[in-house]
T-cell receptor, first 114, second 116 residues
Framework: KQEVTQIPAALSVPEGENLVLNCSFT??????LQWFRQDPGKGLTSLLL?????REQTSGRLNASLDKSSGRSTLYIAASQPGDSATYLC?????????????FGKGTKLSVKP | DADVTQTPRNRITKTGKRIMLECSQT?????MYWYRQDPGLGLRLIYY???????NKGEISDGYSVSRQAQAKFSLSLESAIPNQTALYFC???????????????FGPGTRLTVL
């Protein structure tokens, strides 16, 4: 079964700290991997999308990496801010799955303390 | 205005009642999806539709039905609600991907449904 796992489930850090969120997946035959941010009452917003042929993507203070061989992705957040507090979801589209079927991890709830 | 809207945003109902959740989008996307999110279980796909005449079951379709009334509208129905359908429900949209880099989905704000 194709699964996506995120560790840790929750993380609390002081403002200004650099941090890493982890995502692992069970099948290396992925089409792409995405990191979403979920804010209460506002749905999910796509932060970064990495194609299967890519190793990383960057957007501002965010950097996502992909290692298909080890079945892992990381989301690196530099110089964290209280506004980064949210739940971060990793989602994978696998080859061989239903078209358009994103498989989500359970998320990491991040709290950045001022 | 939001590109993907969901109504209602919150709903409390009783066991056995019929409930309809509605989703509308102004993004002009062909594809629409319904997910539910439960604490500790993540998001799971209920149904998806690639165009007005196409409806497909997702991972957890039992107890649900959908209707694609138009390109912009996709409704989820619970014919006879039960307490374990208490969850946060999300609608999402996308266009057919032209490459892996364009294969993403756009989510509505969610509907919090409580079944007593």
């Amino acid at each position: 079964k194709q699964e996506v796992t995120q560790i840790p489930a929750a993380l609390s850090v002081p403002e200004g700290e650099n941090l890493v969120l982890n995502c692992s997946f069970t099948d290396s035959a992925i089409y792409n991997l995405q990191w979403f941010r979920q804010d209460p009452g506002k749905g999910l917003t796509s932060l970064l999308l990495i194609q299967s042929s890519q190793r990383e993507q960057t957007s501002g203070r965010l950097n996502a990496s992909l290692d298909k061989s080890s079945g892992r992705s990381t989301l690196y957040i530099a110089a964290s801010q209280p506004g980064d507090s949210a739940t971060y979801l990793c989602a994978v589209t696998f080859y061989g799955g239903s078209q358009g079927n994103l498989i989500f991890g359970k998320g990491t709830k991040l709290s950045v303390k001022p | 205005d939001a590109d993907v809207t969901q109504t209602p945003r919150n709903r409390i109902t009783k066991t056995g009642k019929r409930i309809m959740l509605e989703c509308s989008q102004t993004k002009g996307h062909d594809r629409m999806y319904w997910y539910r999110q439960d604490p500790g279980l993540g998001l799971r796909l209920i149904y998806y539709s690639f165009d007005v005449k196409d409806i497909n079951k997702g991972e957890i379709s039992d107890g649900y039905s959908v209707s694609r009334q138009a390109q912009a509208k996709f409704s989820l129905s619970l014919e006879s609600a039960i307490p374990n359908q208490t969850a946060l429900y999300f609608c999402a949209t996308s266009d057919p991907p032209t490459s892996p880099s364009t294969d993403t989905q756009y989510f509505g704000p969610g509907t919090r449904l409580t079944v007593l």
